[in-house]
């Protein structure tokens, strides 16, 4: 009976993730990279980088900048202060009718540097990790969390020496036992990591799962999440009233009445919502970096007189709900933290793609040997998932420097644009070239990844002059980081390339270009059915 259970979960924890396995990639890989997604904007920005400390700014001069792109009648606005993650100081303005602007101000002057050209990680790599960029992609990221932690589980009941493979890699075993030892280490390593990420990314959209519930809760209103976020997690409103008002009180006046609810926490943020309007409100949100909890509750202003409507407040259900977010998207500053969230999802990545590797190559054989097309399809679909979203990525990077900065067009589309539509010309070219050189794809893919990783520091350095040296002399870190993590991965995909031109050179010499599992011999594998844990 148990050893029928541990089947059975085999075969969950296989097939969850070969079927669902691409989309889970996508999710950890672009959950990894926006763990410094600040830093990799001053990379892909070049008006955003700065030197030294974030200066001191005045939200009422920030506020009249934005006032003069928008108009009299702004939708809303957002003042983001600088900080140290994000050193420029920014305005992000919705005129009522059009799309949502934002621009990078001169520190001392506050007039425009330049509109954002690029939605570089916080505007690309951070909304594809939980909504895909498609519609309904939260839906689907849910769905496809909650597989990924059914797979985790029945990954755990299915390892009979968890800890062993905690300590086990053969790096000079064959494909099949080594992409095995990668896959059981890494998942082992970062075990806790998984499961804290995959849990609180489910539970942070648990009110939107649930809509069905709340619509029944809260019959007859229209947006029950709202009414769900008031009651629960007191958070504070105001309905417009149509009135026009053109006055709106000191910002920089408002901020002075809100410091003493921050213990000493500096401004993160300023929400002005339809200002001019006779009931417009503004809301002052600290930065709570000194906190894992992202309780911040802002303080609400009147926007006409200037004072405060709702003090910031916490409920239980908000501390426990603010507690998840902090712990999932980590706000807090904590810089040996965000290096462990960094690997773990790494690890994360590397574990669905061995686990990939693995199926692939002990299945080649006997799917070749019963005409079965299982395998070429599954490589295809891996390449494109796997190798495919890292080459497009990489040459984001690259055409990121290569295209003319400001507000250039091609063929029509906006530089900003153009950016995003080569980056998935290129991710979905990988799936025609992996279902047509198969095998051979990977190696082709990890040659481009590593010419594209070595180009884009050169072109940073050629474009805007901040090679490495410069940014470490400097103290330009997030810059120089950046470039250290490109050269790194040219270094692997390199080495990787290398590796499987050895492999298959071995193989020819031998006569047998695949590899063939033989249980007799010392370094067999198991079938991936009968045992996946070991």
Known sequence: MKQGFRDSMDWVHTWSGVILGVIMFVIFFMGTLSVFKDETDQWLLPQARH???????????????????TGLHPHFIVLSAPTE?????????????????????????????APLDSAAASQFFYPMHYRLHIPGGRWIVGAVSMFLMLALISGIVIHRKIFVDFFTYRRGKKL????????????????????????????????????????????????????????????????TSGETNLRVSSIDAMLIRAQPYW?????????????????????????????????????LFDADTGQIIAEPAVTSAGAVQSFIVGMHEIHFDHFLLRWLYFFGGVAGSIMIATGYIYWLET???????????????????????????????????????????????????????????????IW???????????????????????????????????????HLLRTIWTGQW????????????????????????????????????????????????????????E
């Open 51 to 69: 030197v030294g400390a974030p200066p001191d700014v005045s939200l009422d001069l920030m506020y009249d900048t934005a006032l003069g792109i």
């Open 85 to 113: 993650r994000a050193p420029i100081p920014t305005v992000t303005v919705a005129p009522e009718e059009g799309r949502t602007w934002i621009y990078f101000l001169d520190p001392e002057t506050y007039e425009v540097i």
């Open 176 to 239: 099949p036992r080594l992409s095995l030892d990668l896959h059981n280490l890494t998942s082992v390593l970062a075990l806790p990591f998984h499961l804290a990420i995959t849990v609180t990314g489910i539970l942070i959209f648990a009110s939107l799962y649930l809509q069905p519930s709340l619509s029944a809760l809260y019959p007859g209103e229209e947006e029950p999440r709202a009414r769900l976020s008031e009651e629960a997690f007191a958070y504070a409103s105001r309905e």
């Open 428 to 466: 979905l070219a990988a799936l025609p070239h992996g279902a047509f050189r198969q095998r051979k794809a990977w190696f082709d893919q990890a040659v481009l990844l590593a010419v594209l990783c070595t180009l884009a520091p050169l072109l940073n350095w050629i474009v805007t002059g901040d």
């Open 263 to 299: 213990d000493g926490e500096p401004l993160s943020d300023v929400f002005l919502d339809h200002p001019h309007d006779e009931d417009g409100s503004v809301r002052l949100r600290r930065l709570g970096e000194g906190m894992v909890a992202d309780e911040r509750a802002p303080v």
């Open 478 to 533: 997030a810059i120089a980081i950046i470039d250290l993590i490109l050269f790194g991965t040219a270094a692997t995909a390199t080495y990787a390339a290398r590796r499987l031109q050895v492999n298959w050179a071995a193989e020819a010499q031998a006569g047998n270009r695949r590899v063939v599992v033989t249980p007799a011999r010392k370094d067999s594998v198991p079938e991936p059915m009968a045992v996946a844990g």
């Open 363 to 425: 299945r080649r054989l006997k799917h070749a040997r019963g005409a079965r097309n299982g395998v070429p399809v599954v490589e295809a679909l891996t390449i494109w998932g796997v190798m495919g979203l890292l080459t497009a990525t990489s040459a984001y990077f690259v055409v990121n420097q290569l295209l003319p900065r400001g507000d250039w067009r091609f063929l029509g589309i906006e530089r900003i644009f153009l950016e995003i539509v080569i980056f998935y010309l």
